[in-house]
């Protein structure tokens, strides 16, 4: 399954999630209802899956977490915030080249319409 794949089951997945919660809730509740949504579609799932810093051949462990991995290849960054600024997409990016992955989807269910939430980055695609 490619990482385009991948993402037409997330944002398929957010969008009912969006739509049976609405927004306002927190980030978590999100993550665990997408969560779900994407286990029920037989992919496999990582939540807050760890990423460590390398540093000059140092391996760090610095806090960083992703909130969802879906099968080894694309991040999943959840938010509820007013509007979605460089520094979300920048945080994305961030954990792309962390993971060596390709591509990430930044998803803020705090709209009104969650088309207008959402994000690709692409990291090498």
């Known amino acids: 399954m490619t990482e385009n794949d991948i993402s037409k089951i997330v944002l398929d997945s957010a969008i009912q999630v969006h739509r049976a919660l609405g927004p306002g809730l927190l980030e978590s509740a999100y993550q665990k209802c997408l969560a779900y949504e994407l286990m029920q579609q037989n992919l496999f799932v990582e ?6 810093l390398v540093y000059k051949e140092v391996e760090m462990e ?23 600024n460089d520094i979300h997409l920048a945080q994305v990016l961030t954990y792309l080249k962390l993971s060596d992955s390709k591509l990430g989807l930044l998803i803020n269910f705090n709209t009104s319409l969650l ?7 692409v990291n090498n695609l």
């Open 47 to 52: 939540t807050e899956r760890g990423l460590p």
């Open 62 to 84: 610095v806090g960083y977490r992703v909130d969802i991995f879906v099968n080894h290849k694309v991040i999943v960054e959840i938010k509820s915030v007013d509007a979605l």
């Open 115 to 121: 088309k207008n939430g959402f994000r690709r980055v």
